[in-house]
């Protein structure tokens, strides 16, 4: 089958935009050398049409210097052309980047939007108000729990600036009868000290010694101690 309708060959991929625009500022490049080398040619061409005289000599060196001119101006015109269909393709890179970017885009919104479908199924605004309800009054049994346990026994309402101002009177009156001894009243001395021995007539400690019946004499041993008896033996 190869024989009669023959093989089929390889097409290759077709270039992209960063490989032609590498392409061809590889040009652009290899002509701007070509300029630099054209520059420094004309600059000694220069040199020699100052040191020479007018007369053949000069115009012959004009006559090059003209040609090399002429190069430089046709590989400028190149460069230009070079340098505008690098900036067609950058523009051509530049929109198809921005459409990969918008196309990511929109991938990423409709994957978010069928995320946030999915939680808006679970999350109802309904739920939620009856939940704040609660809080609420929860919050407000809370409040009334704290004040009754914090309500005070036993504590007599209704008092006014007439009762404060007679029970400091009658204060006043009270301190007045107290008998005061160096400006203090009586409720504010300290206690006097008490004879507590005199009280309790303990029996007074007999101050002669105290020792063995008078009339008879203990013997004493060698160390100052009474002398133990010893028993009399018989043989």
């Known amino acids: 089958m190869k024989r009669v309708f023959g093989a089929k060959k390889n097409t290759e991929p077709p270039p992209s935009i960063q490989d032609a625009s590498d392409r061809i500022n590889k040009r652009g490049d290899s002509v701007e050398d070509k300029i630099k080398k054209l520059d420094v040619e004309l600059c000694k061409y220069r040199e020699q049409i100052k040191k020479t005289r007018p ?3 000069q115009e012959a060196v004009k006559a090059r210097a003209m040609r090399v001119l002429k190069q430089k101006k046709m590989y400028e ?5 070079l340098y505008n269909q690098t900036f067609n393709l950058d523009q051509v890179s530049f929109a198809a980047e921005g459409l990969k970017d918008a196309q990511q885009t929109m991938t990423a919104l409709k994957s978010a939007n069928k995320e946030l479908k999915g939680m808006m199924k679970t999350v109802k605004l309904q739920d939620i108000d009856n939940m704040q309800d609660e809080m609420m009054d929860l919050m407000d049994v809370s409040s009334e729990i ?5 309500r005070s026994y036993n504590i007599p309402d209704g008092l006014d600036e007439d009762d404060l101002m007679g ?6 009156a009270d301190m007045g009868n107290e008998t005061e001894t ?3 009243p009586s409720y504010l001395q300290p206690d006097k000290e008490t004879d507590f021995d005199n009280e ?3 029996p007074s400690v007999p101050i002669g010694g ?3 019946p008078s009339g008879r004499v203990q013997a ?3 160390f100052g101690l009474p002398a133990v008896p010893r028993a009399s033996l018989r043989g």
Not at 77 to 81: I, K, L, N
Not at 146 to 150: A, R, V
Request: overall charge negative; cysteine-free; charged content about 30%.
């Open 55 to 57: 007369g053949p000599a």
């Open 220 to 222: 004493e041993d060698e």
């Open 167 to 172: 029970e400091l009177d009658a204060l006043e």
């Open 210 to 212: 105290t020792g063995a």
């Open 77 to 81: 015109g190149q460069r230009d052309m």
């Open 182 to 184: 160096d400006g203090m």
């Open 200 to 202: 309790l007539n303990f």
């Open 146 to 150: 704290q004040e009754t346990l914090g």
